[in-house]
């Protein structure tokens, strides 16, 4: 763990691979990031515990991802996609100036000068530097549920897994709050079709992560199924709350309770992935049409 | 008109061996090494070069023992040489459209856009220092120009200039030629500069092409000026730097010259062979239509074979990519961007704080 390159990874991607057959993490692990297929550990005090397989045999990181330590449980885990390079940019844009002005490239911009760096830089973020934010912000959001997890234990303890999956999506809507009324404009970005891939796959991780938090452990057909059907729930939810003016987003709770009693009712799962893409094609829709777009 | 044709044709001869052939390198600097200047392309009068005719017309029976030159004046000639090139660029673009599949232009322009140079929020208060371009390999200004569009128009910054360099004059003099057909307020804010972009510190200002004897590319022993450390805020180099002999070289150059937070961005042809499949087509189709084409279409088999060899011989994106951090810089994510299915790339850095 403190060897050049090693790093925390707490990701719920990563823990699957350590619960696989040892046969199967071979081809797992070459479909996944590169970031995944290095040394894991898990470092959550308060997840179960987990048998970890013997080390498979390590690939070495890109060298862009290399000599990255982290120790912290609090911390983000290892930028994953992201490098370190563009951590700094782009958390500064998320906690200082995405409440303003939104998931734009003015929030990047007067990031960058905070950093002392240059109008210029954000593009060094790629061919869309906005994309990137908004990937980032799910990203981190996603990544630190585990610390979350962490300091709701007490209230997490008694609870079934259903009502832990609840206060668990609960727990990652509500880091929306402070960002929530630019959100519609996110999820129009995101509807763009180059960035839908990153956006699925995020959304599938989240739905991942909250299960294996939740203390599910089943590894079988039914879970790919729970995935979708949480997935389809969580982002319905995600919808519901941009147009929430309800005290504490309370409508949104009680709407994710609903979902969630449907689902677990059975026959909501293929359901609610189909309303959820109804819901986001026709918000990317309104909100493209309200840029000028004519659709 | 058509008496000034011989005269320019024969002027041509000249011009290749003096201009194309790079006095200390082995391999050709660029793909138009010995591009044949077509008749076709000449008697055609280009967008660019709107005085030629005019120039050339006028009645003279000694064109022939002076090359048709000796009638004119300096900057006629200077224009004259300039069409020359134009047809020089013009074949480029030809090249670059049989590798591209025409894509390259929309390359262009998404590379342009993707950097978006001049953005400043309207919220900030504080006066925005200048932001400097500076485009390597910029020959023929097809960056440059959309980057000031861009900057200027796009994003009402007017406070943007470019400075266009390459090792090649005679591609310079085209890219100036061509940017008198530019609003003034672009013309004010370029700039040409000669410089061999492994070395910045040696450079001088464009000087005009005079005589057809005079070495086109540029001699360090020449300099007047150099690229200062930390002046450059975006530094561009579109489908130049496969026809630099030493990339690592450059690459430090880049890195020297560029402020911290300043962005070094890359456009060039790659690697296709993440999809098998596509690639293997695309190969077909490089090592065997394209040099075909180009002896068919220009006569110019080895030109046509240089560009498809000195593509392959690039660095796949990977390998680009840590040599770009090795200069120095810090990249997002994977580092580049493919386009095309990897046909070209664009690798995208940027030069730290420290
Ligand atoms: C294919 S052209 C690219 C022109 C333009 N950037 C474009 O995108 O169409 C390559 C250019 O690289 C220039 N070049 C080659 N070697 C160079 C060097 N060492 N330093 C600077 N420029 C160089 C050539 O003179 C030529 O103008």
């Given at each position: 763990?403190?060897?050049?390159?090693?790093?925390?990874?707490?990701?719920?991607a990563a823990r699957r691979i350590l619960l696989r057959p040892a046969t199967t993490v071979r081809s797992l692990s070459r479909s996944l990031p590169t970031t995944a297929a290095r040394p894991l550990t898990t470092s959550t005090s308060t997840l179960p515990s987990r048998q970890q397989t013997s080390p498979q045999p390590q690939q070495r990181p890109p060298r862009h991802l290399q000599s990255r330590t982290y120790h912290s449980t609090t911390h983000p885990s290892p930028p994953g996609p992201f490098t370190q390079a563009e951590t700094p940019l782009l958390t500064t844009a998320l906690t200082s100036h995405v409440p303003l002005h939104g998931f734009t490239l003015t929030s990047l911009t007067l990031a960058a000068r905070d950093l002392s760096l240059l109008p210029i830089s954000p593009s060094f973020l790629g061919p869309s530097p906005v994309f990137r934010l908004i990937h980032y912000h799910l990203y981190s959001t996603r990544t630190t549920l585990s610390s979350l997890t962490a300091v709701h234990s007490a209230s997490l303890s008694g609870l079934s897994p259903p009502e832990k999956v609840e206060l668990l999506t609960w727990l990652r809507l509500k880091q929306n709050e402070a960002i929530i009324p630019h959100w519609q404009q996110a999820l129009a970005v995101m509807a763009q079709p180059s960035h839908?891939?990153?956006?699925?796959?995020?959304?599938?991780?989240?739905?991942?992560?909250?299960?294996?938090?939740?203390?599910?452990?089943?590894?079988?057909?039914?879970?790919?199924?729970?995935?979708?059907?949480?997935?389809?729930?969580?982002?319905?939810a995600e919808l519901f709350m941009t147009t929430d003016k309800s005290e504490g987003f309370q409508e949104t709770r009680r709407f994710l309770r609903r979902r969630l009693q449907e689902a677990e009712e059975l026959a909501g799962v293929a359901k609610s992935v189909g309303e959820w893409i109804g819901f986001t094609a026709s918000a990317g829709v309104n909100v493209l049409r309200s840029k000028g777009v004519r659709i | 008109m058509a008496a000034a044709r011989?005269?320019?044709?024969?002027?041509?001869?000249?011009?290749?061996?003096?201009t194309f052939l790079p006095h200390h390198h082995q391999r050709p600097q660029c793909l138009h090494h010995h591009v044949t200047i077509s008749q076709r392309s000449l008697s055609t009068s280009s967008p660019f070069c709107n005085d030629t005719q005019t120039t050339t017309s006028s009645p003279s029976s000694d064109r022939e023992?002076?090359?048709?030159?000796?009638?004119?004046?300096?900057?006629?000639?200077?224009?004259?040489?300039?069409?020359?090139?134009?047809?020089?660029?013009?074949?480029?673009?030809?090249?670059?459209?049989?590798?591209?599949?025409?894509?390259?232009?929309?390359?262009?322009?998404?590379?342009?856009?993707?950097?978006?140079?001049?953005?400043?929020?309207?919220?900030?208060?504080?006066?925005?220092s200048p932001?400097?371009?500076?485009?390597?390999?910029?020959?023929?200004?097809?960056?440059a120009f959309r980057m000031l569009h861009h900057a200027h128009t796009v994003n009402s910054n007017p406070n943007v200039n470019v400075t266009i360099s390459d090792i090649n004059r005679a591609m310079l003099s085209v890219g100036k030629s061509r940017s008198a057909e530019l609003p003034a307020s672009q013309q004010a804010a370029l700039s040409f500069v000669e410089a061999n972009a492994e070395d910045l510190s040696?450079?001088?200002?464009?000087?005009?092409?005079?005589?057809?004897?005079?070495?086109?590319?540029?001699?360090?022993?020449?300099?007047?000026?150099?690229?200062?450390?930390?002046?450059?805020?975006?530094?561009?180099?579109?489908?130049?730097?496969?026809?630099?002999?030493?990339?690592?070289?450059?690459?430090?150059?880049?890195?020297?010259?560029?402020?911290?937070?300043?962005?070094?961005?890359?456009?060039?042809?790659?690697?296709?062979?993440?999809?098998?499949?596509?690639?293997?087509?695309?190969?077909?189709?490089?090592?065997?239509?394209?040099?075909?084409?180009?002896?068919?279409?220009?006569?110019?088999?080895?030109?046509?074979?240089?560009?498809?060899?000195?593509?392959?011989?690039?660095?796949?994106?990977?390998?680009?990519?840590?040599?770009?951090?090795?200069?120095?810089?810090?990249?997002?994510?994977?580092?580049?961007?493919?386009?095309?299915?990897?046909?070209?790339?664009?690798?995208?850095?940027?030069?730290?704080?420290?």
């Open positions: 763990m403190t060897s050049p390159g090693a790093v925390t990874y707490s990701g719920a839908v891939p990153t956006a699925v796959k995020e959304l599938a991780l989240l739905a991942d992560e909250i299960y294996y938090l939740a203390g599910d452990q089943s590894v079988d057909p039914s879970w790919y199924t729970k995935r979708g059907g949480l997935s389809g729930i969580y982002a319905a | 011989p005269a320019l044709r024969r002027a041509i001869p000249s011009l290749r061996s003096s023992t002076h090359f048709g030159f000796s009638t004119v004046t300096e900057s006629q000639k200077r224009q004259l040489v300039a069409s020359v090139f134009t047809s020089v660029a013009d074949s480029y673009d030809k090249m670059n459209d049989l590798m591209s599949f025409g894509w390259h232009r929309i390359w262009k322009d998404h590379f342009v856009s993707t950097l978006n140079p001049g953005f400043a929020p309207l919220s900030s208060s504080d006066p925005s932001q400097h371009i500076l485009d390597i390999a910029g020959g023929t200004g097809d960056i040696k450079t001088r200002p464009l000087t005009p092409i005079l005589s057809q004897s005079e070495q086109t590319f540029f001699d360090p022993a020449t300099a007047t000026s150099s690229i200062p450390d930390n002046s450059v805020d975006l530094y561009t180099v579109a489908f130049g730097i496969r026809n630099f002999s030493d990339i690592p070289a450059a690459l430090r150059e880049a890195n020297r010259v560029l402020k911290p937070g300043g962005i070094f961005a890359c456009l060039e042809f790659s690697k296709a062979d993440r999809h098998p499949l596509f690639n293997s087509v695309y190969k077909e189709w490089s090592f065997r239509a394209i040099p075909l084409i180009g002896q068919l279409v220009a006569g110019d088999r080895d030109s046509y074979q240089y560009l498809v060899e000195s593509i392959e011989r690039f660095p796949r994106q990977e390998e680009f990519r840590d040599m770009i951090l090795d200069a120095g810089f810090k990249v997002s994510g994977q580092g580049w961007e493919d386009l095309t299915g990897g046909v070209a790339a664009i690798h995208r850095g940027m030069k730290p704080r420290v």
